[in-house]
T-cell receptor, first 115, second 114 residues
């Protein structure tokens, strides 16, 4: 049973370009979470999605960031017009059910570097 | 407000030493869950344990043990007879009933030297 798959593992973009990060949840999981880890910091919640629905986006920056989890295919975190401050590791997690009790299983992350 | 504090930024030990990683949390909820994750040098986060707020029993899993004390809002993690493979960053996290997000501490980097 494959774990949470994120790609690419490393992504380099120049300022102003777009970054697309993909996350395929574990088999049977329909709940996806995105977190951002800045250097030397803990992970910060960004957004929680179920298939075709954004449930909680309280941690998402108001501009340039968007996320989706379509009926078919992986979840996508999209960052438009990247800036140097977007350089971070972005982690995706999935769980089989909703609720605080559920264990979130994490992928290996995408390390975004903005030049 | 919810918060998780891991005051130890970095700990270095020699193999076979015991080491305790501290975690202090803040929450107003009576129902909540506490987690520990390990982030080895390869970068992924590995789930270690989940504990709910109504279960204060300590837990042992091999060389790992966890001490949950509601009176001091702490959920500490002890590694007995540490090994080089234990070298990683360890994160403590909190989730409250009614939400689905994890609130992480800033992590403790553990280095185990041979």
């Amino acid at each position: 049973n494959a774990g949470v798959m994120q790609n690419p593992r490393h992504l380099v973009r120049r300022r102003g370009q777009e970054a697309r990060l993909r996350c395929s949840p574990m088999k049977g999981h329909s709940h996806v979470y995105w977190y951002r880890q800045l250097p030397e910091e803990g992970l910060k919640f960004m957004v929680y999605l179920q298939k075709e629905n954004i449930i909680d986006e309280s941690g998402m920056p108001k501009e340039r960031f968007s996320a989706e989890f379509p009926k078919e295919g992986p979840s996508i975190l999209r960052i438009q017009q990247v800036v140097r401050g977007d350089s971070a590791a972005y982690f995706c997690a999935s769980s089989p059910l909703a609720g605080a009790v559920n264990i979130q299983y994490f992928g290996a992350g995408t390390r975004l570097s903005v030049l | 407000a919810q918060k998780v504090t891991q005051a130890q930024t970095e700990i270095s030990v020699v193999e076979k030493e015991d080491v305790t990683l501290d975690c202090v949390y803040e929450t107003r909820d009576t129902t909540y869950y506490l987690f520990w994750y390990k982030q080895p040098p390869s970068g992924e986060l590995v789930f270690l344990i989940r504990r709910n707020s109504f279960d204060e029993q300590n837990e042992i899993s091999g060389r790992y043990s966890w001490n949950f004390q509601k009176s001091t809002s702490s959920f500490n993690f002890t590694i007995t007879a540490s090994q080089v493979v234990d070298s990683a960053v360890y994160f403590c996290a909190l989730s409250e009933a009614g939400t689905d997000k994890l609130i992480f501490g800033t992590g403790t980097r553990l280095q185990v030297f041979p």
